[in-house]
C-alpha cells in the first residue's frame, strides 16, 4: 500500500514533528514524512528529520517569493498532505488556497478557545477547568478552520503556563499522528466548516 507524503512546516524544535516521525516507524501507519521545511537557520528540528533520513530544506520567510518556493519545494517532493508542527508563520490565502483540503495544523488550545499566542497563559487568567489541543484545516483565517479532532487536558490546582503546556504538548503528541492515520486512511470529510469522520 503506497504511504501518504506528508511535508511537515516547522520553525523551531520539531516535537510534533518527531511524533509523526516516530508514529511513521511502524510499519502499518499508513502515511511517511517525506520532507521537513523549516523557516527559520536554527530550527533544531532540521537537524532531527535529517538524522532520521528525511530530506529537509531551508526556506526562509525573509527571501522574496518565499510562499513560491515553499509550494515548488512541496510539489516536487510529491506532497499529498501539509502538516503545520510549531510553523510561526501566518500562510497567505492564495498560498492556504492552493492547499485547502491538504494543510493542517496544531494548536495548543480547545479552539476556538484560545486562538493565537500565549494560549495557556490566557486559559489560565481565564480560570478555564479544561483545555488541551486541536487538529485543524487551515483556512484564511488564523487557528480558525474546520476541526478534525482534539485532545482535553485538565488544568490541576497550581498550574503555571509551564506546567501546563508541558500536559497539553504531550496531548499535541498522541493527537497528531491518529489525526493524519485518519485522513491517511481516507476517514476524514470536509462538509462546509464542519468535519465527518467514518
Known amino acids: 500500500m503506497a504511504r501518504l507524503r506528508l511535508g511537515v512546516l516547522i520553525s523551531g524544535r520539531g516535537s510534533n514533528l518527531a511524533a509523526l516521525v ?12 517525506a520532507l521537513v ?14 538524522a532520521a533520513g528525511i530530506a529537509t530544506r531551508l526556506i526562509s520567510h525573509r527571501q522574496p517569493g518565499f510562499e513560491a518556493m515553499l509550494d515548488t519545494a512541496l510539489r516536487e517532493a510529491g506532497i499529498e498532505l501539509v502538516c503545520l508542527a510549531g510553523f510561526m508563520r501566518v500562510l497567505s490565502a492564495a498560498f492556504v488556497g492552493q492547499w485547502r483540503g491538504r494543510l493542517i495544523n496544531i494548536h495548543p488550545s480547545l479552539l476556538p478557545a484560545f486562538p493565537g499566542l500565549d494560549t495557556h ?3 489560565l487568567a481565564a480560570g478555564v477547568k479544561a483545555t ?4 485543524h484545516f487551515v483556512s484564511d483565517t488564523v487557528d480558525a ?7 482535553e487536558v485538565p488544568v490541576l490546582p497550581g498550574d503555571d503556563p509551564a506546567r501546563l503546556a508541558a500536559r497539553v504538548l504531550a496531548a499535541e503528541h498522541r493527537l497528531y499522528p491518529q489525526v493524519v492515520r485518519m485522513i491517511a486512511e481516507g476517514r476524514v ?4 466548516d464542519r468535519v465527518e469522520i467514518r
Open 145 to 151: 478552520g474546520p476541526i478534525i479532532a482534539q485532545s
Open 121 to 123: 497563559r490566557r486559559a
Open 132 to 135: 488541551g489541543c486541536t487538529v
Open 37 to 50: 521545511i523549516a523557516n527559520e537557520a536554527g530550527a533544531a528540528g532540521l537537524a532531527r528529520a535529517a
Open 189 to 192: 470529510r470536509v462538509d462546509g
Open 22 to 33: 516516530d508514529a511513521a516507524r511502524a510499519p502499518d501507519y499508513p502515511a511517511e514524512v
